[in-house]
């Protein structure tokens, strides 16, 4: 079956210190990728994606992600955390049927502790 | 631009009614969808609606219905609410298909006892 997974269910981590959200997908074909933030009592917003090329993407608020197709990886990273970044995650994989629907995982909690 | 809007924002219903869901984009944008976040489960796709005049089921599309009356609007009918439909439901849209980003509605929190 085609999905994406996100094994944990809460990431804490110091303000100031690396964050990374993991991600691993499951799809038929080239994979597309992507990150969405959710923040309290708001929609989910856009921060990256990857379709084809670099590896390594770059996206808003000083996220960015790596591609790992051995290990059908995608995980969201950011090299010093801010209290603003305590928001909910999402990946999201686009599926090779239904009209380039996506399935998005469970969705991560992250808290920065200041 | 207001982006994408829905109304209402909250709404309590009995098991047994219906209500519909409204979402309307200002973005000339082609796709819209209508999805639910349940704790623990993500958002799942409900329906989604290419183009006008089109619209093909998702996921978990039992229990709703929907009507994309235009370009910009695309609503979401529940006929017979049921406590399993509890949720907070949210609106999105895209350019073209669900791989251009999709911009997403405050959403509406639903509770039906």
């Known amino acids: 079956a085609q999905s994406v997974a996100q094994p944990e269910d809460q990431v804490n981590v110091a303000e100031g210190n690396p964050l990374t959200v993991k991600c691993t997908y499951s799809?038929?074909?080239?994979?597309?990728l992507f990150w969405y933030v959710q923040y309290p009592n708001r929609g989910l917003q856009f921060l990256l994606k990857?379709?084809?090329?670099?590896?390594l993407v770059k996206g808003s608020y000083g996220f960015e992600a790596e591609f790992n197709k051995s290990q059908t990886s995608f995980h969201l990273k950011k090299p010093s955390a801010l209290v603003s970044d305590s928001a909910l995650y999402f990946c999201?994989?686009?599926?090779?049927?239904?009209?380039?629907?996506?399935?998005f995982g469970k969705g991560n909690q992250v808290v920065v502790i200041p | 631009n207001a982006g994408v809007t829905q109304t209402p924002k909250f709404q309590v219903l009995k098991t047994g009614q219906s209500m519909t869901l409204q979402c309307a984009q200002d973005?000339?944008?082609?796709?819209m969808y209508w999805y639910r976040q349940d704790p623990g489960m993500g958002l799942r796709l409900i329906y989604y609606?290419?183009?006008?005049?089109?619209?093909d089921k998702g996921e978990v599309p039992n229990g709703y219905n929907v009507s994309r009356l235009n370009k910009r609007e695309f609503s979401l009918r529940l006929e017979s609410a049921a406590p399993s439909q509890t949720s907070v439901y949210f609106c999105?849209?895209?350019?073209?298909?669900?791989?251009?980003?999709?911009?997403f509605g405050p959403g509406t929190r639903l509770t039906v006892l």
């Open positions: 973005m000339n944008h082609n796709s």
């Open positions: 990857y379709i084809t090329g670099d590896n």
């Open positions: 999201a994989v686009r599926l090779s049927y239904g009209n380039n629907r996506l399935a």
């Open positions: 799809v038929s074909g080239n994979p597309y």
């Open positions: 999105a849209s895209s350019e073209r298909t669900a791989t251009d980003t999709q911009y």
């Open positions: 609606s290419a183009s006008e005049g089109t619209t």
